[in-house]
T-cell receptor, first 112, second 114 residues
């Protein structure tokens, strides 16, 4: 069975600072990996995905993530935080034909 | 292209009642999945349908059921509601099933059980 661990239920950064949200996964087969963002009272929006190929994946709104197989990690980063980035972020794994499994989420707080 | 549409957006029911939630996927998408989101448990998988067939089911009691129609629209039903069923129910659609097709989510139905 697959699982996802997101370190830190809350992460606080200042506007303009680096954003780093951590995600580690376990999977018995090569996984597909995703990051989603959820704004209040809305559904989840896909930020980026890793399937195969290049391990550094670029997504929307300036976010990117790097797949590191040896560390079973898929951390999400953004060089400079904006106030509009404040939201909850979910890492998810889908090994092969299995279902999509989400982490518990990390709330990103951005202060001026 | 219209996104995933869930109706209703908000619902208030009494314990013991039953409820039906509806989901219209993105045009052309054949796979529909349902998730329950609560502050304590996070996002939990309910079921996944592809071409009217349930392909996967999460660890929920039999009070939770679903179906998919020939036009890919889906409904989920919860019978004999309990207070713990209060949650945001999210529907997601994708073009394929079991592939790297990302899920596209609706805005959810907020169910409150009193």
């Amino acid at each position: 069975a697959q699982s996802v661990t997101q370190l830190g239920s809350h992460v606080s950064v200042s506007e303009g600072a680096l954003v780093l949200l951590r995600c580690n996964y376990s999977s018995s087969v090569p996984p597909y990996l995703f990051w989603y963002v959820q704004y209040p009272n809305q559904g989840l929006q896909l930020l980026l995905k890793y399937t195969t190929g290049a391990t550094l994946v670029k997504g929307i709104n300036g976010f990117e993530a790097e797949f590191k197989k040896s560390e079973t990690s898929f951390h999400l980063t953004k060089p400079s935080a904006h106030m509009s980035d404040a939201a909850e972020y979910f890492c998810a794994v889908r090994p092969g034909y299995s279902t999509l499994t989400f982490g518990k989420g990390t709330m990103l707080l951005v202060s001026p | 292209k219209a996104g995933v549409t869930q109706t209703p957006r908000y619902l208030i029911k009494t314990r013991g009642q039953q409820v039906t939630l509806s989901c219209s996927p993105i045009s052309g998408h054949r796979s529909v999945s349902w998730y329950q989101q609560t502050p304590g448990q996070g996002l939990q998988f309910l079921f996944e349908y592809f071409s009217e067939t349930q392909r996967n089911k999460g660890n929920f009691p039999g009070r939770f059921s679903g179906r998919q129609f020939s036009n890919s629209r889906s409904e989920m039903n919860v019978s004999t509601l309990e207070l713990g069923d209060s949650a945001l129910y999210l529907c997601a659609s994708s073009f394929g099933q079991g592939e790297n097709s990302p899920l596209h989510f609706g805005n959810g139905t907020r169910l409150t059980v009193t």
